[in-house]
């Protein structure tokens, strides 16, 4: 039992930052009906420039809000001059994807140049405390980031449903022609849509770098790919979707990797990757999407 | 260029290259035998990318099947190399298959997804699979008992130890081992070129081409567009798996880095860059990644993901269709050009005579 | 009141030309209709005329040339333009697509005008809180009109309000049309190729064949043309 909720919360704190990085991908996503290949990397970046204001002396919650701010600017820009000029939501997605996977190998690659390879020491953001549940010694760290989880998700919710960035975020989403001939400034409305997506992987970049207590440039590539896995499974049009299927996706791999020694840890990635597949084959729209992207 | 043109250009191009290996040192044979492997991975691609119209992120996996079946097929099992290849491109067909049944039922860029997370599972599937695959360290092609490293072969010995001497030329040939790989690889390129071209150009290729630019116009003509692409990207890994047992014949040894995700988007840059419509193009997009990789000093190599990075980004904004996309440009405006200044004032104008390549540039059109 | 002048238009795509020199007028609430066949041009004029596409010759609202003027500029100035197949917001309720609709006026003002439209559309107020995809031709139809109603237009172009609508559920779509800009004097442009129901609305109106006007008049004269009678009204 006890081994069991250490498994729990230990699935959970990394399906936490799954899901961030999937709100990051679901943002994009509803903004332009595109996929950011390289959100995981652009998350990474920023968190080494977080880093750099730690490395100053910055507090590290200013130096994650600072990374937040420089991640949605690089995002609106990233929107702005590339992939406007490649037709935004209405160009080819396979020559958008290409460009987010030239940006990949920049990230990675640049990071290392500016920074150095070698992974950089970060402190844990909740501290290194623990507190029993269960029997189990469950870190602050895991509840912590699950505390700022759900902040970003209620924020998030109220920013879509609530705001009139939200609103003109949907609708230009649902009908660009539209919501432009409705007086809605849709190149401005998608740059902010890229900016939020990049902030918010901003935060997933130092929340993983938090939990690892180190900064490297290839902490968000399996991350990125867990993220796929938990927007594919809640739906890629749906917030609530990212987050469920982010801590799903946690929870298994931890509990599929910790219970079937065939799979050990050598193959994490597996039963994610099996989670899509049948996904993809019994409900391609995912938990909690709607049944248009399944065709988008 | 009229047919017969290209078609010589083509004859004497491939006798200078069939002639280099006796005048060139083994290094530069290998090295044209890298691009050769390169050349036929990126094409498999290419056939995903320019006539699917969808992107693969994993076929530097299915390039690591290849040579991990040829291995494991020749050195466990001693079966012969010719046999081994046909197998690893067999099984590579069905594993293609498998993965993109229900990826590929759904269009948009749910392959790029699937197959991303395939790229980095088989790096992981090698290691777990350890104790015949020899792990993170890999295993090498041993040549037979006697021939090569006794202290290795010992250390082994528990296996079922069958290996060939490697991939040796034949006494008859009077070759040399390098050049004679070279030859065999450039055969089987040449085999795989012509494959994809009669392919593209068949019935079902030119369904392809309608399924990239209409499915639901391809859907009313009849093409079943389901299964056209879950053939076309079996047949594609297949020919990355080709790509694979090359790798291994060239490299004596296989280990997992080597099939990383890196591999995937390094076989993306050529197919991209040479143009992933054309036939031409990811030989092209071959040579020039891996002598792109020759030509930065080794102090500078760290740079190079970072020039991948911009060439794709370049070539998307400047030139989709690629460096043969660039060509068929050029060509055709020199033509225009050229058939205008024959007969000044009747010349046809631009939108008389459009540039149409003969096979199609998915990435050109928006 | 608003005043519409269209002067030797000419637009197109790329290197094809579709309006080739099109000159109408509309002045105050008038009703105008543009009839045309598939393909004439009737879309091609709407876009051109809100600066959704580049032009050539004049647009001139109130005497001013807006020609090339982007529709947000055209919105501020009050023209109002509902595209063809609707342009629905189909993820976004009912009241959300009247939200958008408002987009570039104030809270306050969007709340009272939301209020307004749904009593005039009552089967809309039934489905507020419903998606816009989730309804039926005729009903998105008239949340496509109640959404550009939104902006209080002083001209509204309607972009073959009829299309995909059937016979009894355009005639719906038609006198809501007709009592709506009574009540509020907005001057409508709706292009049509169904001119039964849309002469009866018009109070004038023009034939456009292959881009460019070929007649024109009153509704009561166009009803009575004999060619047009065979061409439009299928008699
Ligand atoms: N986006 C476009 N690109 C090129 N040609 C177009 C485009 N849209 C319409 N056309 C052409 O312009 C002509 C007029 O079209 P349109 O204005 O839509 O006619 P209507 O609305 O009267 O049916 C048609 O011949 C059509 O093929
Ligand atoms: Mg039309």
Known sequence: MQLFVQRVFDGLQAGVIYAILALAIVVIFRASGLLNFAQGELAMFTTFIAWTFLDAGVPWWAATILAAVVGFGIGALLYR????????????????????????????????????????????????????????????????????????????????????????????????????????????????????????????????????????????????????????????????????????????????????????????????????????????QGLFGSAQVARA | MSPRLRWAVFGVLLVVVAALPQFVADTFVNRMSEILWVAVAALGLALVTGYNGQISLGHGAFVGFGAYTTMILTVDYGVPFALAGLAAV?????????????????????????????????????????????????????????????????????????????????????????????????????????????????????????????????????????????ITFGVSAGIASLGGWMFAVLNNAVSPTSFTITLSITLLVAAVLGGAASIVGPLVGASIVVLLREVIPAEQQRFSQVVFGVVLILVMLVAPGGIVGLYRRGEAALRRRWLASRSPGTGPDDSTLDPTPDVPTPLQEA | MITLEVRDLVAGYGPVRVLEGVSLDLTGGEVVVVLGANGAGKTTLLRAISGMIPVQGAVRLDGVDVAGRRPEALLRKGVAHVPQGRGTFNDLTVEENLRVGGFTRTSAEVAEDTERWLDLFPRLRERRDQRAGSMSGGEQQMLAIARALMSRPSLLLLDEPSLGLAPLVTADVFSSIHSVVGELGTGVLVVEQNANLALGIADRGYVLETGSIVSSGTAAELSADDSIRRAYLGV
């Open chain 1, 81 to 284: 001059l590339l992939i406007v000029r490649l037709g935004g939501p209405a160009g080819n997605p396979l020559a958008i994807v290409i460009v987010t996977i030239g940006l990949f190998l920049i990230l990675n690659d640049g990071a290392g140049i500016i920074w150095g390879a070698n992974p950089a020491k970060v402190p844990r953001v909740f501290g290194d405390g623990r507190v029993e549940v269960l029997g189990a010694g469950i870190s602050v760290q895991v509840l912590g980031l699950l505390g700022v989880l759900a902040l970003l998700v209620i924020g998030f919710g109220l920013l879509f449903q609530r705001t009139k960035l939200g609103l003109a975020l949907r609708a230009v989403t649902s009908n660009q022609e539209s919501a432009g001939l409705a007086g809605v400034k849709v190149m401005t409305t998608l740059m902010i849509g890229w900016g939020l997506a990049s902030a918010i992987g901003a935060l997933a970049g130092t929340f993983t770098a938090s939990q690892n207590a180190s900064v490297d440039t290839n902490m968000m590539q399996v991350a990125l790919i867990y993220a796929f896995a938990a927007a594919t499974l809640g739906g890629f049009d749906s917030p609530l979707g990212a987050v469920v299927g982010g801590l799903i996706i946690g929870l298994v791999s931890e509990l599929v990797v910790g219970y079937v020694d065939v799979i050990g840890p050598d193959l994490r990635l597996l039963p994610g990757f099996v989670l899509v597949l049948v996904v993809l084959l019994v409900r391609p």
């Open chain 2, 90 to 230: 067999v099984g590579a067909f069905v594993v293609g298959v498998a993965v993109g049944l229900p990826a590929l039922r759904i269009t948009g860029v749910y392959l790029a997804l699937v197959t991303l997370g395939l790229a980095v599972l088989f790096p992981q599937l090698v290691v777990r699979l350890g104790d015949i695959t020899g792990g993170t360290v890999g295993r090498q092609l041993l040549p037979r008992p006697g021939y090569g490293d006794a202290a290795l072969l010992e250390e082994l010995g528990q296996r079922r130890f069958l290996a060939q001497a490697g991939f040796r030329a034949p006494a008859w040939t009077g070759l040399a081992d390098d050049q004679w790989r070279f030859y065999v690889f450039g055969v089987l390129a040449l085999v795989a070129f012509l494959l994809v071209r009669n392919l593209t150009r068949s019935r079902v290729g030119r369904s392809l081409v309608a399924i990239r630019d209409n499915e639901t116009a391809a859907e009313v003509a009849g093409v079943r567009v389901d299964r056209a692409k879950v």
